[in-house]
T-cell receptor, first 112, second 112 residues
């Protein structure tokens, strides 16, 4: 089955800096790659997703890039703010079999 | 529009007891799933359903049963609780596989 590796497990940045979280996946048939943010004690919520026919997607301060050849994708957050502090999860799915496989998460801390 | 609703929010069980975690969604989504979240392990898929009457196993199905008699409801049953099932459980629903998963607020289960 699919295996998703996520790095780093913890990331600490100063407010205003950029943060990058990287994920690799094993199943070359995966075609959907969402990112979820989970604040402490809350439910995961989708922040951005990308499909395999697209190399990059942006939404304000958040961007995701996908390299299908290398089987890795990354989350980029620019101009970080304290409210960006949370656990971020990447995930991968074939879509056709519905199984969404998550990485183990990255705890991002943005220091004021 | 309540989204995905899980009950209860907290539960303590004794080893060997059984219980049902409830999940209901009001978005008319065909796809529903159950995940468990353990520290440092991300979200792992337990069981999922692609429509009423259709269920399948995820990554960690042992010790859990599901059924899907209606589009709205997807209960998760613990047959004989074990301390290894201490976890936070999330139910989620999607319109289809390659779209946003909407999560419930979670159930924190402790088995003693």
């Amino acid at each position: 089955g699919e295996n998703v590796e996520q790095h780093p497990s913890t990331l600490s940045v100063q407010e205003g800096d950029s943060a990058v979280i990287k994920c690799t996946y094993s199943d070359s048939a995966s075609n959907y790659f969402p990112w979820y943010k989970q604040e402490l004690g809350k439910r995961p919520q989708l922040i951005i997703d990308i499909r395999s026919n697209v190399g990059e997607k942006k939404d304000q301060r958040i961007a995701v890039t996908l390299n299908k050849t290398a089987k890795h994708f990354s989350l980029h957050i620019t101009e970080t703010q304290p409210e960006d502090s949370a656990v971020y999860f990447c995930a991968a799915s074939r879509g056709s079999n519905y199984k969404l496989t998550f990485g183990k998460g990255t705890l991002l801390t943005v220091n004021p | 529009n309540a989204g995905v609703t899980q009950t209860p929010k907290f539960q303590v069980l004794k080893t060997g007891q059984s219980m049902t975690l409830q999940c209901a969604q009001d978005m008319n989504h065909e796809y529903m799933s159950w995940y468990r979240q353990d520290p440092g392990m991300g979200l792992r898929l337990i069981h999922y359903s692609v429509g009423a009457g259709i269920t399948d196993q995820g990554e960690v199905p042992n010790g859990y049963n599901v059924s899907r008699s209606t589009t709205e409801d997807f209960p998760l049953r613990l047959l004989s609780a074990a301390p290894s099932q201490t976890s936070v459980y999330f139910c989620a629903s999607n319109r289809d596989p390659n779209t946003e998963a909407f999560f419930g607020q979670g159930t924190r289960l402790t088995v003693v």
